[in-house]
């Protein structure tokens, strides 16, 4: 992105889906960062961020959405039983989709045969899409923001997200090439799909759950 040919900054948090101004980071300079400047960052370890057109951006954190995505990870791990189809990678795991675009997905599972030479390789940024990721948006990610990185994602060469609205109870499934997702809900099972057949979750072990549920109001 170069800064000088956009009007304003507001052009910018559009661009990002309409995120707050608290989540881009000032130093390095917006449209200035590379990826050497996001791994620093990143290995200071008080917050995680991606690299979007020059511009490292804060995650929006969530405890609890951290321990939903946590389950399906942990599904996916057991699945897997150690590198048996490919490596379950949690939520600080870096990707980059395209030149100048790194993004870190809140969970991921990559097959063997995207890793280079079929063996795990030891980059600080992996340069391939996973094959599946699990994405949990909280109220600090728009809805612009969580269309525009499953966008990103789905054209990088990501067959499958799967996207979880814990206070919903729904997990949307979207399957590159399709218009529409998928929904999901307590009562129905998730499977892996050609990426990992076999693999079956029923939700009602995630949604029944009560310390996922949002509190009732008062």
Not at 121 to 142: K, S
């Amino acid at each position: 992105m170069n800064l000088q040919s956009i009007p304003s900054m507001q052009d910018v948090l559009d661009r990002l889906g309409g995120i707050a101004p608290g989540r881009i980071l000032a130093v390095p300079p917006p449209g200035a960062a590379t990826e050497d400047d996001l791994v620093r960052i990143n290995a200071r370890r008080d917050r995680l961020c991606e690299l979007v057109d020059g511009i490292v951006v804060e995650k929006s954190p969530s405890y609890v959405g951290s321990l939903v995505g946590g389950f399906f990870l942990y599904r996916l791990v057991d699945f897997n039983r150690g590198f048996r189809f490919g490596g379950v990678t949690a939520g600080n795991a870096l990707f980059r989709l395209a030149p100048n675009l790194v993004r870190m997905p809140g969970g991921a599972f990559t097959s063997r045969d995207r890793w280079p030479g079929r063996r795990i390789p030891d980059v600080e940024i992996a340069d391939f899409a996973p094959n599946l990721i699990v994405e949990v948006p909280n109220e600090g990610n728009p809805d612009a923001e969580v269309a525009i990185r499953r966008a990103e994602f789905l054209a990088a060469g990501v067959e499958v997200v799967w996207q979880v609205d814990r206070r919903a109870e729904v997990v949307e499934v979207f399957r590159r090439g399709e218009a529409s997702p998928t929904r999901l809900g307590r009562g129905d099972v998730l499977d892996g799909g050609d990426v990992l057949p076999g693999l079956r979750i029923p939700l009602n072990e995630v949604f029944d759950r009560s310390q996922f549920r949002r509190p009732k109001q008062a």
